[in-house]
């Protein structure tokens, strides 16, 4: 009666769930424990003795059926319950893939025409299936026959996959010396394994950790209870490492973790993440170990209401407490105060979740940030939290009550310099003593084990040639800066009309041939520009040309805030705005392109880093990718995908801007283990401040006074102002009276006084800059060094009350580019390359002597010299057959001349004048006429209607034909004459 009462238990509510739970039974007042596991506080001598009395047996050879003779190599048991089984197989004989076959195709839970085999078949079997050789184990918890997906469980070798050579015998004898051993099996049933539900609250499955969660949890542990709070700890896991699961058993051990003296090492865990799914799973997975509700605490509402959600949170007892990324800071100052006012200790994990970020978290990003990633902020791009971390760790060296954790597949130096722990704790970091990861999963292990895909074995790189020219029209005779210069009119060629519909014809040709027919018709592709601007232009042409073509594909676009755009609208575009996202409705982006009815992403700095779509099998990149932001943004591609027969095994990346080996040098800092070439010199500092003080620009009462009043708390906001106005008065005076000395000399000709004012301008701006610098360097160096040195924390208060009151800047002189035609335009292949991986990384750099320098006066440059270094910077093989001006010029000028053109175009809808017979024979004659001259490009046309058609396109967009022909018939501001 009892072992059929457990039996059926275990077949309705799982094996996991009757050794956690029991099972009850009528006349009993409790139900009947079957294990007992070690409690967090293992203090009761009763539950203690228990956990020791648990059974655990290991059985050879055991015949499991009775419809066969078939048995199986091992059988463990936890009191008289099968909880894992494991096929051995021997190298010298058979693989690994032998051993997992086997159980494919030979250990069915669920025979045809035959009862379930009870310790096969799910959920009432064993909790999970081992296939052994000599060097590797796989595992599975659901055996399915055939379909069963058996995952890699090993330790890892040199980076790679598979498992190192052990001196005392089996590469693989961790698992019954380590991962089988008493005590760990005991755990990982008792508080790793965690079983997943449906939409019915049934057992759809079962998750077991793999072997770098495993080692790196309980490495964490160890470490926190020999060292106490107040430690840093860098994770560097790839994508695909499950991640996820690896912040919630952290969390849930970290708060649960008691020190040898039964207290509590944490009051709470904070845990500061965007992905959706973590507040559910810490949720799901903490009622699963205790049966407890309300352990977690989510902060999510807006600013308002944080102060007291939070306080409540962590007065309320909250063993964890989950955040986002913008609601962070908030969380975190709160967590400091208390750890500095009541001695409270906390645990903060930060995920490599992004975002956007505004207002007070912005300002704090950019003593953090480099200029390109501060400029990208503005343009509406995300941060990762970890830059979040950095930027607001008030805390400086030596404190401390709270423990930091860092989960990172790419960390940037200063992540590894804040966060890595030095090989020897005693000693100093230095060029000998490196800081490094604490864990490593390698992102080349992830992809020999098969958890993520190798998306550099398709890459296919473009080159870009073009010729500017004035088309006859004066260009000023003005110098400029020419680096200004050269950003101005390679942003005016990025957004030229031709420019991105050749482009926009290459990403849906090539999608639609090669991308959408992957994964059953459902695969997915990302667009990535480089701003917000070009994600309006590029939206409005590819939808265009789709429509053009009668193709059946559905686009979004995402960024940021508001886009003006007058070329394109009247009104501010956004990615709610109906023309360039009709079908959103309200829906969440990431939502909807999940949908069947959309194909192709573009994003501008939105989505290129922390976006998972397993479906996206194609990217086609047409802005500057360095580093880390290459590494992050391409990844985009690597997530694995399988539903039933189909499966992700094929990635596509079409490059426009980058080339190949800046994208493979940047790969492969993170394909196994991210280092550091050197450790930032903390006496950087101490020379910045020498630098500033020989300025002359303030003295120490001047710093003094700002500091007293700064920290003082009835201090008020006009002492403040009364301290600092002087020395910003100062300033400003002094560079408003250099511009005018620069303006009178320039007037003059006087160009030696005009270079003296222009040199105080100069080192105006030098001193500023450099505060800048100061406050950068100082604000992270100070979270690693203890300077105990309060002149240079005075400083650092000073100079940020004084650079928001310095409006100086240099002035800048737009560039006129209505001049400007493109003449030459050539798009070209240059072949795929598969870009191999295995080859020695460059370290990382740390943080050199900044503001050591001098202010360079900008070199300048006539535009019209510049334009010609431009167009031999980019002319490659561009020849007379990709000139606009075959187009633009000779047909079109051609065509103007028709007196019959002019009428159908002042009367009749562009659409109408498209259709028009006359347009098409107007075009062929044009053609023929210009064969002497054009002779290439024009037998082309006149040997392909497509080719004509083609030109036909361009004539009637970029070219404009159409608005030419109504302008020279009378027809202004869209009317009729």
């Not at 949908?595 to 700095?605: E, F, G, K, M, S």
């Not at 292949?829 to 740390?846: I, W």
Request: glycine share 6%.
């Amino acid at each position: 009666m009892l072992l059929d009462r457990i039996r059926k238990q275990m077949d309705d509510r799982g094996t996991l769930e009757v050794l956690r739970r029991g099972v009850e039974m009528i006349g009993l007042r409790k139900p009947i424990a079957l294990a007992q596991f070690k409690p967090a506080l293992a203090m009761n001598p009763d539950i203690l003795a228990l956990y020791h009395a648990n059974r655990l047996r290991v059985v050879r050879q055991v015949r499991y059926s009775q419809a066969n003779e078939n048995s199986i190599d091992l059988v463990l048991f936890l009191n008289g319950l099968p909880v894992a089984t494991a096929e051995l197989k021997t190298d010298f004989t058979q693989g690994i893939q032998d051993a997992v076959d086997q159980y494919r195709f030979d250990r069915h839970p669920t025979p045809k025409g035959q009862r379930p085999e009870p310790l096969l078949a799910f959920p009432g079997g064993a909790l999970v299936h081992f296939a052994v050789s000599d060097s590797e184990v796989m595992m599975t918890t659901r055996l399915n026959g055939p379909a069963t997906r058996f995952l890699p469980f090993n330790k890892g070798d040199d980076g790679g996959k598979g498992n190192p050579v052990n001196p005392n015998g089996h590469r693989t004898a961790y698992l019954w010396d380590e991962v089988w051993q008493r005590d760990s099996l005991l755990e990982i049933l008792g508080r790793y394994m965690v079983a997943t539900r449906d939409s019915k609250s049934q057992v759809s499955g079962l998750i077991f950790p793999r072997y770098h969660q495993l080692d790196s949890t309980r490495k964490l542990q160890a470490a926190v209870l020999k060292e106490g709070a107040g430690g840093k700890y860098l994770i560097q896991h790839s994508a695909g490492s499950g991640k996820t699961n690896s912040i919630a058993w952290s969390a849930h051990f970290l708060a649960d973790l008691h020190d040898a003296q039964h207290q509590k090492v944490f009051d709470t865990v904070l845990v500061v993440s965007d992905r959706t799914v973590i507040d559910t799973q810490l949720q799901e997975a903490i009622f699963s170990f205790e049966r407890t509700t309300g352990v977690v605490a989510t902060i999510n509402t807006e600013a308002g209401a944080k102060s007291g959600q939070l306080a409540e949170a962590l007065a309320g007892g909250k063993k964890i407490v989950v955040c986002t990324i913008q609601t962070f800071p908030y969380a975190l100052a709160a967590v400091q105060e208390l750890a500095a006012s009541k001695g409270k200790r906390f645990a903060v994990i930060a995920d490599e979740a992004h975002s956007s970020q505004t207002g007070e978290a912005a300002s704090k990003l950019k003593l953090v940030l480099s200029a390109e990633e501060v400029a990208d902020v503005a343009d509406g791009g995300e941060v990762s939290a970890e830059d979040l971390l950095a930027a607001n760790m008030s805390a400086r060296a030596g404190v401390n009550g709270i423990t930091y954790l860092a989960f990172t597949a790419t960390p940037k130096a200063k992540t590894l310099e804040l966060f890595g722990r030095r090989p020897d704790p005693s000693q100093p970091a230095s060029s000998t003593n490196l800081p490094e990861a604490f864990h490593v999963y390698s992102m080349r292990q992830a992809i020999e084990e098969g958890f993520i895909l190798d998306v550099l074995k398709n890459y296919t790189p473009y080159s870009l040639a073009f010729r500017l020219a004035g088309e006859g029209k004066e260009i000023d005779e003005k110098e400029v800066e020419r680096n200004e210069a050269v950003k101005a009119l390679m942003r005016w060629v990025r957004l030229h009309p031709y420019n991105i519909s050749q482009k926009v014809q290459v990403v849906v040709e090539h999608y639609r041939a090669m991308v959408q027919p992957l994964l059953a018709g459902r695969a997915k592709a990302m667009v990535v520009v480089g701003s917000r601007l070009e994600a309006v232009r590029w939206q409005l042409a590819i939808e265009k040309y789709i429509k053009s073509k009668g193709y059946a594909l559905g686009t979004l676009v995402a960024f940021s805030g508001e886009v003006n755009d007058p070329e394109s609208g009247p009104e501010p575009f956004s990615e709610t705005t109906k023309t360039l996202n009709p079908g959103l409705k309200g829906r969440d982006i990431r939502e909807t392109f999940s949908q069947p009815d959309y194909h192709i992403l573009l994003v501008a700095n939105k989505f290129q880093t922390g976006f998972d779509q397993p479906l996206l099998c194609g990217m086609y990149v047409d802005r500057r990718l360095a580093g880390i932001q290459a590494v992050q943004t391409l990844s985009r591609l690597n997530r694995s995908y399988q539903s039933g027969d189909v499966v992700k095994d094929t990635t596509y990346v079409l490059d426009f801007v980058n080339s190949s080996e800046d994208i493979l040098k940047a790969f492969r800092t993170y394909y196994q283990t991210a280092t550091l070439e050197d450790v930032t010199d903390p006496n950087i500092v101490f020379d910045l401040r020498a630098k500033l003080d020989a300025s002359g620009h303030y003295d120490d009462y001047e710093v003094d006074r700002v500091v007293r009043i700064d920290l003082d708390p009835k201090g008020t906001h006009g002492d403040l102002v009364a301290a600092i106005s002087p020395v910003a008065d100062r300033l400003l005076k002094a560079y408003r009276a250099a511009q005018d000395r620069l303006k009178l000399a320039r007037d003059g000709g006087d160009d030696k006084a005009a270079k003296d004012a222009q040199d105080t301008l100069n080192a105006l701006l030098l001193f500023r800059n450099d505060m800048g610098a100061f406050l950068r360097l100082y604000s992270f160096l100070s979270q690693i060094f203890d300077y105990g040195n309060t002149a240079i924390e005075a400083r650092s208060i000073f100079y940020r009350r004084l650079i928001p009151l310095l409006e100086f800047g240099r002035e800048r002189t737009a560039l006129d580019v209505s001049k400007i035609v493109l003449t030459h335009h050539k798009l070209k292949s240059q072949g795929e390359r598969p870009l191999s991986l295995g080859a020695a990384a460059e370290a990382l750099k740390p943080l050199t002597a900044t503001g050591t320098g001098t202010l360079q006066e900008k070199e300048k440059a006539l535009l019209a010299e510049i334009l010609a270094k431009l167009n031999d910077l980019f002319q490659g093989e561009v020849t007379d057959d990709d000139q606009l001006i075959y187009v633009n010029n000779v047909i079109k000028g051609k065509l103007m001349e028709s007196e019959t053109l002019v009428q159908q175009a002042t009367h009749n809808s562009k659409q109408q004048f498209s259709n028009s017979p006359t347009l098409t024979q107007a075009i062929l004659d044009a053609v023929i006429d210009a064969f002497e001259a054009h002779s290439t490009m024009s037998k082309q046309a006149l040997d392909s209607a497509t080719v004509r058609d083609g030109l036909k396109d361009v004539l009637l967009g970029p070219g404009q034909l159409y608005e030419a022909l109504r302008t020279k018939g009378g027809v202004r501001d869209g009317t009729s004459r």
